[in-house]
């Protein structure tokens, strides 16, 4: 069993910058591919960035490619994610989620962000 808590949402303004961070606990830690997802309010969830365990494989939206950026400590069990120049459509809750494969097993509650215009 993996518990995920995300924390650095907020209420930022258009091209501020936001860094969410996501801490793993319980088993099995290391192996997992870890992702980011976010629900904009009134839309559906949406895949936002994937890394594998390693790192050497990573994936982003075209909405967020080149302002966004995914990385890994596992030595911290911490996934974040490096927002830059947010924009209005930013807007909506993340949450970080781990898995194998294309499958998500383990997510976390999730953090608001709200980007201003």
């Known amino acids: 069993q993996v518990q995920l808590v995300e924390s650095g949402g907020g209420l930022v303004q258009t091209g501020d910058s936001l860094r969410l961070s996501c801490v793993a606990s319980?088993?099995?830690?290391?192996?997992?591919?870890a992702a980011w997802f976010r629900q904009p309010p009134g839309k559906e969830r949406e895949s936002v960035a994937t890394i594998s365990w390693s790192g050497d494989s990573i994936w982003y939206a075209d909405s967020v490619k080149g302002r966004f950026t995914i990385s890994r400590d596992n030595s911290k069990r911490t996934v974040y994610l490096q927002m830059n120049d947010l924009k209005p459509e930013d807007t909506a809750v993340y949450y970080c989620?781990?898995?194998?494969?294309?499958?998500?097993?383990?997510w976390g509650q999730g953090t608001r962000v709200t980007v201003s215009s």
């Open positions: 989620a781990y898995g194998l494969g294309n499958t998500y097993t383990y």
């Open positions: 319980g088993r099995h830690y290391a192996t997992y591919v």
